[in-house]
């Protein structure tokens, strides 16, 4: 049974939560850096030997690599009805996140030209888990941004025989017309774009979700390459009152329990006949589930109803969690969310559940987890783009301000950074005529 807290249980809940920050134990990380070190000393050779010993497919760089043709055929399989629907998804995210462009500027101002010159990454490398589940959401998510930025190169990697079990993924890369696909999973994936390999040229930037040794991988490789962020196990906080559906809670809270036992479900509300109400509602949906018993490890491990004498006292718990996503109910004003900062996306309304934004409203569901919504942002077309400061200035502006830069440059004992400046005021000065 999902527990119920007060106020007086907040040093208890977050003893909880936590527990769930994503720690590596050191038998992944050995197994990562093992593997990290043979694809970026063997190449090729050793994606080939990795691949069998962790997937039991004996695999050759031909087949490795997904020509558009087989990618066709495998996305022809998929089921009609739900490639129309990832069509209109696809709609909704573009719409969405094209706004999000950034564009160069610059500004004279007498005579001095300053601005921001703002490009697309050269290459970007996207990892789309295997496994028994299918994730074509993934795809459009880290592929449709991407692309609006003018990444010229995208390179898709995936473990082997995610199109034969799931030709919808198939069905998503055809969509956005992604041409360079590779058949490997796991961190020897993460490794081959990191460093590159015969096959695999390096990318600038690895983005994707995958299980601790692909997450492990991407921290282990950041500085050789930039990654999206380090995501943990998915999380929902709900702000709700009495009036607020114990049934339209509790599905949504179930609807991030199933994902994961280790993630999180926590609903605010400020009644505790209402807080009985959600957690009844949970045991009765939770027993139809096909996930029930993942959902339930979830609520007992990570779950909680807190009831609060209001919502704002609510709000200055949220804060402290940051959490991936928050639902507010209609019952509460829109105004509320002028108390809360730290979230990843924010759901208003009692139609707007959590998984419109994961698969369809065009939002990006890559999104901080594990209380990093204090300083990270959800992915976007700006995790695509870099930026460059572009300075210009005229010979009468440097002579103008030069002593300024001199000054500064001295105070802090940098005295080639001085003379930089002032040997060209030096060379502008009059010089003695000689007899």
Same mark, same amino acid.
Request: a negative charge.
């Given at each position: 049974?999902?527990?119920?807290?007060?106020?007086?249980?907040?040093?208890?809940?977050?003893?909880?939560?936590?527990?769930?920050?994503?720690?590596?134990?050191?038998?992944?990380?050995?197994?990562?850096?093992?593997?990290?070190?043979?694809?970026?000393?063997?190449?090729?050779?050793?994606?080939?030997?990795?691949?069998?010993?962790?997937?039991?497919?004996?695999?050759?760089?031909?087949?490795?690599?997904?020509?558009?043709?087989?990618?066709?055929?495998?996305?022809?399989?998929?089921?009609?009805?739900?490639?129309?629907?990832?069509?209109?998804?696809?709609?909704?995210?573009?719409?969405?996140?094209?706004?999000?462009?950034?564009?160069?500027?610059?500004?004279?101002?007498?005579?001095?030209?300053?601005?921001?010159?703002?490009?697309?990454?050269?290459?970007?490398?996207?990892?789309?888990?295997?496994?028994?589940?299918?994730?074509?959401?993934?795809?459009?998510?880290?592929?449709?941004?991407?692309?609006?930025?003018?990444?010229?190169?995208?390179?898709?990697?995936?473990?082997?025989?995610?199109?034969?079990?799931?030709?919808?993924? @198939? $069905? &998503?890369?055809?969509?956005?017309?992604?041409? +360079?696909?590779?058949?490997?999973?796991?961190?020897?994936?993460?490794? /081959? *774009?990191?460093?590159?390999?015969?096959?695999?040229?390096?990318?600038?930037?690895?983005?994707?979700?995958?299980?601790?040794?692909?997450?492990?991988?991407?921290?282990?490789?950041?500085?050789?390459?930039?990654?999206?962020?380090?995501?943990?196990?998915?999380?929902?906080?709900?702000?709700?009152?009495?009036?607020?559906?114990?049934?339209?809670?509790?599905?949504?809270?179930?609807?991030?329990?199933?994902?994961?036992?280790?993630?999180?479900?926590?609903?605010?509300?400020?009644?505790?006949?209402?807080?009985?109400?959600?957690?009844?509602?949970?045991?009765?949906?939770?027993?139809?589930?096909?996930?029930?018993?993942?959902?339930?490890?979830?609520?007992?491990?990570?779950?909680?109803?807190?009831?609060?004498?209001?919502?704002?006292? @609510? $709000? &200055?718990?949220?804060?402290?969690?940051?959490? +991936?996503?928050?639902?507010?109910?209609?019952?509460?004003?829109?105004? /509320? *969310?002028?108390?809360?900062?730290?979230?990843?996306?924010?759901?208003?309304?009692?139609?707007?559940?959590?998984?419109?934004?994961?698969?369809?409203?065009?939002?990006?569901?890559?999104?901080?987890?594990?209380?990093?919504?204090?300083?990270?942002?959800?992915?976007?077309?700006?995790?695509?783009?870099?930026?460059?400061?572009?300075?210009?200035?005229?010979?009468?502006?440097?002579?103008?301000?030069?002593?300024?830069?001199?000054?500064?440059?001295?105070?802090?004992?940098?005295?080639?950074?001085?003379?930089?400046?002032?040997?060209?005021?030096?060379?502008?000065?009059?010089?003695?005529?000689?007899?």
């Amino acid at each position: 049974m999902i527990p119920i807290y007060r106020e007086k249980d907040r040093a208890k809940l977050f003893s909880r939560l936590e527990k769930r920050k994503m720690l590596f134990s050191g038998e992944v990380l050995e197994s990562v850096r093992r593997i990290l070190s043979e694809v970026r000393a063997e190449g090729d050779r050793a994606l080939l030997r990795l691949t069998e010993a962790f997937d039991g497919i004996k695999m050759t760089p031909e087949r490795m690599c997904v020509s558009p043709q087989e990618l066709r055929a495998c996305s022809e399989r998929a089921d009609p009805a739900v490639v129309l629907e990832l069509e209109k998804a696809i709609f909704n995210i573009h719409a969405y996140h094209r706004r999000q462009l950034q564009e160069s500027w610059e500004f004279d101002e007498r005579g001095v030209i300053l601005g921001q010159r703002v490009l697309p990454l050269a290459s970007v490398g996207i990892y789309v888990p295997g496994g028994n589940a299918a994730y074509p959401s993934t795809v459009l998510m880290n592929v449709i941004p991407a692309k609006i930025a003018g990444v010229p190169r995208i390179a898709v990697v995936t473990p082997p025989g995610t199109f034969e079990r799931h030709p919808i993924v @198939a $069905a &998503a890369l055809h969509a956005l017309k992604v041409r +360079e696909i590779y058949l490997v999973g796991g961190a020897q994936a993460i490794a /081959a *774009l990191a460093y590159g390999t015969e096959m695999i040229p390096r990318v600038d930037k690895i983005v994707g979700p995958g299980n601790a040794y692909v997450a492990a991988a991407k921290r282990e490789v950041f500085g050789e390459v930039d990654i999206d962020m380090m995501a943990g196990p998915s999380e929902i906080v709900i702000l709700a009152t009495a009036e607020s559906n114990p049934r339209y809670i509790a599905a949504d809270m179930l609807s991030q329990s199933e994902h994961d036992e280790s993630a999180c479900a926590l609903c605010f509300t400020d009644s505790a006949a209402h807080a009985v109400l959600v957690q009844q509602e949970l045991e009765v949906q939770i027993k139809s589930l096909p996930r029930s018993q993942i959902a339930r490890k979830s609520l007992v491990n990570y779950g909680a109803i807190i009831v609060t004498e209001n919502y704002f006292q @609510a $709000a &200055a718990w949220i804060n402290e969690i940051a959490p +991936e996503h928050l639902e507010i109910f209609s019952s509460i004003p829109l105004s /509320a *969310l002028d108390m809360i900062r730290n979230v990843g996306a924010v759901f208003y309304g009692d139609y707007s559940p959590e998984a419109v934004g994961d698969y369809f409203a065009g939002s990006n569901h890559v999104l901080p987890t594990g209380g990093t919504a204090r300083f990270s942002s959800p992915l976007g077309v700006y995790h695509f783009q870099r930026r460059t400061s572009i300075i210009r200035y005229t010979r009468e502006e440097l002579m103008r301000t030069w002593r300024s830069i001199d000054i500064l440059a001295q105070a802090e004992g940098l005295e080639a950074h001085a003379r930089s400046v002032r040997i060209r005021q030096e060379e502008e000065q009059p010089r003695p005529e000689t007899k």
